[in-house]
């Protein structure tokens, strides 16, 4: 990869269940296609030197061995729902070398409701020294992140803010990549942070209407409207078999699956 290009990788592409569901028969659930197994929703990104993470879902342990990503310098966390966060703790090991701080960026509302979770972590008074060095940080605009692990130019992020049933929540912009996982409303304030993108990822549970996440349809005119060279989505159900509904849409729209690797450019 060149030393300039961004390299994204879809950790996971899967709903709050993940695919197989748990006790289902479906064609998707016992489909022999790699591509129908969907962990948790997570992404990676590599830009600058540096390693950035969206969400810590129950499946991140899993996901960071098969991607191998030996090094991280910050969390960019979308919002509180269990499948974005469960695996948090799962980041101690990114500290058993090097003990300087990470942090995790969040809007004011998720930010709350993870230090709550796991008070162990962000108000310990270190007497436990396993506990990963996680610094929580509100943000509500752009901001910069910095490599933990040597000195290098910093990594403008985005937040680019979303709705997800009634809650207000962020997706995130690096550079010509954004990232917008579970949400039905994009505010027309946030279409403006979403001009000339190479690469989008966007929510698409299903084809049937649900209250929080775009359908296959809607994302699809969403996709369309901002333009970006090449979308992929994301949060896929078990209603979803890649081979016959990703053959189904449009040109430069594409569904995205576990360990999908792309570059962007700078």
Do not use: W
Request: neutral net charge; aromatic residues 8%; charged residues 25%.
């Amino acid at each position: 990869m060149p030393s300039s290009a961004m390299r994204v990788t879809l950790l996971g592409t899967g709903t709050s269940t993940g695919v197989p569901v748990i006790g289902c028969s479906c064609r998707v659930c016992r489909s022999p296609d790699a591509r129908d197994r969907r962990t948790r929703c997570a992404c990676h990104i590599e830009t600058g030197g540096l390693s950035l993470l969206i969400d810590t879902g129950p499946d991140f342990r899993l996901q960071a061995l098969r991607e191998r990503i030996d090094r991280i310098d910050a969390v960019l966390f979308t919002h509180h729902h269990f499948d974005h966060i469960a695996g948090l703790d799962d980041l101690r090991p990114y500290f058993f070398e090097i003990r300087t701080p990470m942090p995790c960026y969040a809007r004011p509302n998720t930010a709350a409701v993870l230090r709550r979770m796991f008070r162990y972590i962000f108000e310990s008074d270190g007497s436990y020294p396993g506990v990963p060095r996680l610094e929580l940080c509100a943000v509500e605009a752009a901001f910069d992140v910095e490599s933990r692990y040597k000195p290098r130019p910093p990594v403008r992020v985005v937040p680019i803010e979303v709705v997800h049933g009634t809650m207000p929540m962020f997706g995130y912009r690096v550079g010509r990549f954004a990232y917008l996982t579970d949400t039905n409303h994009i505010p027309e304030a946030s279409y403006r942070l979403l001009d000339d993108l190479d690469v989008l990822v966007l929510d698409a549970l299903r084809h049937e209407k649900h209250p929080t996440h775009f359908t296959i349809s809607e994302a699809v005119a969403v996709a369309r409207r901002i333009g970006a060279r090449q979308t992929y989505l994301t949060h896929l159900t078990h209603s979803i078999l890649h081979a016959e509904d990703d053959a189904r849409l449009p040109d430069g729209i594409a569904l995205g699956y576990d360990g999908l690797s792309f570059e962007v450019s700078p």
